[in-house]
T-cell receptor, first 110, second 113 residues
Framework: GNSVTQMEGPVTLSEEAFLTINCTYT??????LFWYVQYPGEGLQLLLK?????DKGSNKGFEATYRKETTSFHLEKGSVQVSDSAVYFC?????????FGAGTRLTVKP | NAGVTQTPKFRILKIGQSMTLQCTQD?????MYWYRQDPGMGLKLIYY???????DKGEVPNGYNVSRSTTEDFPLRLELAAPSQTSVYFC????????????FGPGTRLLVL
């Protein structure tokens, strides 16, 4: 079945550091890929998405590219801020069936 | 739009008690979902609905029931609470078949003692 594997956390970075959170997927079809972010005490919010191979999703300085050849959708940001501290979930949706990775907790220190 | 709202925010139950977690969305979305989130785990799908009057089981439905009498509301019922149901529960919705982004509520934290 479809599944998502995420880089284990937690990840701790200093402000302005470069961020990469790895995500790989297994799917039988042609899924859409997502990154969701969960701030403390809140629900998940869509951060970015990509619907087909080679698409790049971007939002708030975060980017991820849908790589079919490596079945990956790694999240990157060039310069993180304290306000980026949250849990990040990679997910795929195939015909509406959404599967989530385990989440990666990011802490950014001043 | 308020989006997806959930009540209560937090609840403590005793083993064997029952309760209903409420979920309402005001976006006229056809699809609605209930997930549970356990520590260090991703979200697991409990039940989902593709429209009023239509519900189906997800990955972990045991111990839960749902109903969908209106487009807006999708309550989740726990009949005999067990410690294994201690979790954070999220409701989500999406517009329709060709729109895959899900929109989440703020969650309900449930503790069963």
């Amino acid at each position: 079945g479809n599944s998502v594997t995420q880089m284990e956390g937690p990840v701790t970075l200093s402000e302005e550091a470069f961020l990469t959170i790895n995500c790989t997927y297994t799917a039988t079809g042609y899924p859409s890929l997502f990154w969701y972010v969960q701030y403390p005490g809140e629900g998940l919010q869509l951060l970015l998405k990509a619907t087909k191979a080679d698409d790049k999703g971007s939002n708030k300085g975060f980017e991820a590219t849908y790589r079919k050849e490596t079945t990956s959708f790694h999240l990157e940001k060039g310069s993180v801020q304290v306000s980026d501290s949250a849990v990040y979930f990679c997910a795929l949706s195939d015909l509406g069936d959404m599967r989530f990775g385990a989440g990666t907790r990011l802490t950014v220190k001043p | 739009n308020a989006g997806v709202t959930q009540t209560p925010k937090f609840r403590i139950l005793k083993i064997g008690q029952s309760m209903t977690l409420q979920c309402t969305q005001d976006m006229n979305h056809n699809y609605m979902y209930w997930y549970r989130q356990d520590p260090g785990m991703g979200l697991k799908l409990i039940y989902y609905s593709v429209g009023a009057g239509i519900t189906d089981k997800g990955e972990v439905p045991n111990g839960y029931n749902v109903s969908r009498s209106t487009t807006e509301d999708f309550p989740l019922r726990l009949e005999l609470a067990a410690p294994s149901q201690t979790s954070v529960y999220f409701c989500a919705s999406r517009p329709g078949q060709n729109q895959e982004t899900q929109y989440f509520g703020p969650g309900t934290r449930l503790l069963v003692l």
